[in-house]
């Protein structure tokens, strides 16, 4: 995308990427310092070449994801009181997403991706994962379906 692409157009690729298995494409958005970190089994991928030889031998292949959403916010600039334009800093390099990914033995996770930003390419995510489940008997009565979306 070059250097001429928004964060906000390089997270939408970058994901949407992920989504198509384009591997090749999805390093080329990955800073050449990429690392993803999965607290929930304390381990972290180190370069895009470790992350896809992961992907590529998954036991019965590579996950379907549906993305959900993503939410960020473009970089913001502004004149100081001297008359010189300056940088909002950190509000446009950090972003989130959340997607579905159903895995090849049937099961379905939510999943979470904290996306932080630099050089204009994807530098660190964190991501996490969860089965969803229903609502307990003891609180249906105090809440109500949140329209999910399917996947």
């Excluded at 995308?1 to 390089?10: I, L």
């Excluded at 390419?121 to 307990?136: G, H, M, Q, S």
């Amino acid at each position: 995308m070059g250097n001429s692409a928004t964060n906000e157009e390089v997270v939408r690729r970058y994901l949407e990427t992920s989504a198509a298995k384009d591997f090749d494409t999805l390093g080329s958005l990955r800073h050449p310092d990429w690392q993803s970190l999965w607290p929930q089994s304390g381990e972290r991928v180190v370069g895009h070449a470790h992350w896809a030889e992961i992907a590529q031998n998954y036991p019965g292949g590579v996950p379907e994801v549906n993305i959900g959403r993503l939410v960020g916010s473009e970089d913001r600039w502004f004149v100081t009181p001297g008359n010189t334009v300056a940088r909002a800093a950190g509000t446009g390099d950090f972003w989130w997403g959340e997607w579905r990914m159903r895995y090849p033995d049937g099961k379905t996770y939510l999943c979470v991706a904290l996306l932080e930003l630099r050089d204009g390419l994807i530098w660190r995510e964190t991501v996490y994962w969860a089965e969803p489940f229903d609502p307990p008997d003891w609180r249906r009565q105090l809440v109500e379906p949140a329209n999910q979306p399917t996947g």
